[in-house]
């Protein structure tokens, strides 16, 4: 089974530069989230849509961060303008929610991102 | 959600049993704990996770103590490839996404 697809694998550019990280989650799952992980500040959530809807973006650090689900197979985390210090891991998972009960979430290989 | 807390490393030779400990003290009643391992450079890795009974699949067990305070992850053969760090994780169905700590770093001897 396909797990969740993250593109690309690292991604290396120059401050001020637009950043655009893909995920495709597994299919079936109605829930995707993005992570980012870094050394100072471990794995934290950026992001999380239900559905296609964003539920809670609290994490996301700043405006300079956006993030899209047009559709149930597709999201992107966009930064602009990107800046050395949003050099990190960026994660995407996804999971089959419903009212009661979580289904554990799987997550893809994860974006190196490195800002010079 | 509750907060978790585990020790920052540990060894384990490899073929033995490793036990990871959790301890969670103020988890409520409808807070599942979950277990995930991180190796290295790799996503996160969902292991198992329960409730109030103890569980079992093909990673991994997980004791939780009676009274939901503290709970075990056993590899029960450990190799080399289960070296990375295990974060345990106590999580109520009404929060959707994962917080992470710092985790348990296992690394497994040859």
């Known amino acids: 089974d396909a797990g969740v697809i993250q593109s690309p694998r690292h991604e290396v550019t120059e401050m001020g530069q637009e950043v655009t990280l893909r995920c495709k989650p597994i299919?079936?799952?109605?829930?995707l989230f993005w992570y980012r992980q870094t050394m100072m500040r471990g794995l934290e959530l950026l992001i999380y849509?239900?559905?296609?809807?964003?539920?809670?973006d609290s994490g996301m650090p700043e405006d300079r961060f956006s993030a899209k689900m047009p559709n149930a197979s597709f999201s992107t985390l966009k930064i602009q303008p990107s800046e050395p210090r949003d050099s990190a891991v960026y994660f995407c998972?996804?999971?089959?929610?419903?009212?009661?009960?979580?289904?554990?979430?799987?997550f893809g290989d994860g974006t190196r991102l490195s800002i010079l | 959600d509750a907060k978790t807390t585990q020790p920052p490393s540990m060894d384990c030779a490899e073929g033995r049993a490793a036990n990871l400990p959790c301890n969670h003290s103020?988890?409520?009643?409808?807070?599942?704990v979950y277990w995930y391992r991180q190796i290295h450079s790799q996503g996160p890795q969902y292991i198992i996770h329960g409730l109030k009974n103890n569980e079992t699949n093909e990673m991994a067990s997980l004791i939780i103590t009676e009274d939901r305070k503290s709970s075990t992850l056993i590899l029960p053969h450990a190799t080399l490839r289960d070296t990375a760090v295990y974060y345990c994780i106590v999580m109520d169905t009404g929060r959707r996404a994962l917080t992470f700590g710092s985790g348990t770093r296992l690394q497994v001897q040859p």
């Open positions: 998972a996804s999971s089959f929610l419903t009212g009661s009960y979580n289904q554990p979430q799987h």
């Open positions: 299919s079936g799952h109605n829930s």
């Open positions: 849509f239900n559905n296609n809807v964003p539920i809670d």
């Open positions: 103020t988890i409520s009643g409808n807070e599942y």
